[in-house]
């Protein structure tokens, strides 16, 4: 904590904001995931809560861009995806099956 106030130089509004995510993200306390956020937010110049609202408003649209960009790249892919079907399927006609049909009767007697 010594480094958040005095490296960092946060406050506790901006500490608390990162202790609150810290345990809606793993459900339990971790200072090591807490330390990361604030690194993090040290790293981009965030001094006020104010910033922290810029960068969450910067990362949701960036999310949505490759939300979308995913989900473009998985609608060209084919959905069938199966490999048993990426071989040419067979042409049947109605004439086949009663000739094979006819086969397979003369075959029983």
Known sequence: MHRWFHEFCFDINIIEEACNRTMLATGKPDFKYAD???????????????DIVKLDEAHAKQSAISAANKQAATAKQPTANNRFNAFPQRKYS?????????RLLNNRS
Do not use: H, P, R
Request: charged share 40%; net charge negative; with cysteine.
């Open 94 to 102: 109605e004439e086949d099956f009663l000739s094979m049909e006819q």
């Open 36 to 50: 990361k956020i604030l690194e993090n937010w040290y790293k981009k110049g965030v001094t006020c809560d104010a």
